[in-house]
């Protein structure tokens, strides 16, 4: 069964840093892309950042661009986003997620097949 296990997340104040792990299995993972989405309370859930299968491609959006960076080690089947320079705004639950399905949008969250169960984020100010 494909399992995604999310962790790293907590409280940590404006300006800090956070890296966030998801560790993977059940499936190949290297031959995937994987992404990251959040969820902030009251809000839909949106994209932050997603890696092409290889790490040879990365894509942000925009509200975290130059602060966050995704990154995988496929030989520990685990994904990462380092945060930096974190703000208020950032406070979500994050998910990591696998594509398993060609698209040329990286950034749509309905694209995703399956889903971590999420690790908090508070951003203090």
């Known amino acids: 069964q494909v399992q995604l296990v999310e962790s790293g997340g907590g409280l940590v104040q404006a300006g800090g840093s956070l890296r966030l792990s998801c560790a993977a299995s059940?499936?190949?993972?290297?031959?995937?892309?994987m992404g990251w989405f959040r969820q902030a309370p009251g809000k839909e859930r949106e994209f932050v950042a997603a890696i092409t299968k290889n790490g040879g491609n990365t894509y942000y959006a925009d509200s975290v661009k130059g602060r966050f960076s995704i990154s995988r080690d496929n030989a520990k089947n685990t994904v990462y986003l380092q945060m930096n320079s974190l703000k208020a705004e950032d406070t979500a639950v994050y998910y990591c997620?696998?594509?398993?399905?060609?698209?040329?949008?990286?950034?749509?969250?309905?694209?995703?097949?399956?889903w971590g169960q999420g690790t908090q984020v508070t951003v203090s100010s």
């Open positions: 059940g499936y190949t993972f290297s031959n995937f892309p």
């Open positions: 997620a696998v594509r398993f399905y060609y698209s040329r949008d990286y950034t749509t969250e309905d694209d995703y097949n399956y």
